[in-house]
């Protein structure tokens, strides 16, 4: 099964429309941690935020802003007044602890998108 | 800049012709990663290291091998590449955190191409 879905695959805006990324997740640990990850054409993935099971509370950093819902097992992400540096594929991934104590993270199969000027 | 680097930043093999892919890292993370990237997918964990403990991905080809001499540098070797194995390889970092592992550092990757 799918841990982490992105039902988005590529959405296109205009600059300055503000975007949200759907991330949903699944999960059966109590303690598990939450990342976004922006890959820009370039091809390296630039780490976002990371936000453990346990804070609920939500995150605004600039023009990006996180929603993490465990009600719903969901994690979005929102761009404000999108530009067209924004354009990347969009990475959510779910890190939970595997057998030894490890936590390696799944990632979702990422959101591209796309910021017309 | 502390950082993770990889080299060569393009490398184009024959099929079946052996190749090692290479990173080091200037954070001093205890923790290194190798993923495979295709095209419009997610990453691939192909194996981890903590320290020199290395731990293979259950579905991670033979072919595929790595070596870590030491905390800065860990290697990648493709023993007989097939067509299947052109990809983005990505060499990332992190360090262990309070009940687990933190955000990962990636390096900008080597792309393979197997002709």
């Known amino acids: 099964a799918q841990k982490v879905t992105q039902a988005q695959t590529e959405i296109s805006v205009v600059e300055k429309e503000d975007v949200t990324l759907d991330c949903v997740y699944e999960?059966?640990?109590?303690?598990?941690?939450l990342f976004w990850y922006k890959q820009p054409p370039s091809g390296e993935l630039v780490f976002l935020i990371r936000?453990?099971?346990?804070?609920?509370q939500n995150e605004i950093s600039g023009r990006y802003s996180w929603n993490f819902q465990k009600s719903t097992s969901s994690f979005n992400f929102t761009i404000t007044a999108s530009q067209v540096v924004d354009s990347a594929v969009y990475f959510c991934a779910l890190s939970e602890p595997l057998s030894g104590g490890s936590y390696i993270p799944t990632f979702g199969r990422g959101t591209s998108l796309i910021v017309h000027p | 800049d502390a950082m993770v680097i990889q080299n060569p930043r393009y490398q184009v093999t024959q099929f079946g012709k052996p190749v090692t892919l290479s990173c080091s890292q200037t954070?001093?993370?205890?923790?290194m990663y190798w993923y495979q990237q295709k095209s419009s997918q997610a990453p691939k964990l192909l194996f981890h290291?903590?320290?020199?403990?290395?731990?293979n991905e259950a579905d991670t080809p033979d072919n595929f091998q790595s070596r870590r001499p030491n905390t800065s540098f860990c290697f990648l070797d493709i023993r007989s590449p097939g067509l299947g194995d052109a990809a983005m390889y990505l060499c990332?970092?992190?360090?262990?955190?309070?009940?687990?592992?933190?955000?990962?550092?990636f390096g900008p990757g080597t792309r393979l191409t197997v002709l």
């Open positions: 290291y903590y320290d020199k403990d290395f731990n």
């Open positions: 999960t059966r640990d109590t303690t598990y941690y």
């Open positions: 936000r453990n099971s346990f804070d609920e």
């Open positions: 954070l001093n993370h205890n923790v």
């Open positions: 990332a970092t992190s360090r262990p955190g309070t009940g687990g592992y933190n955000e990962q550092f």
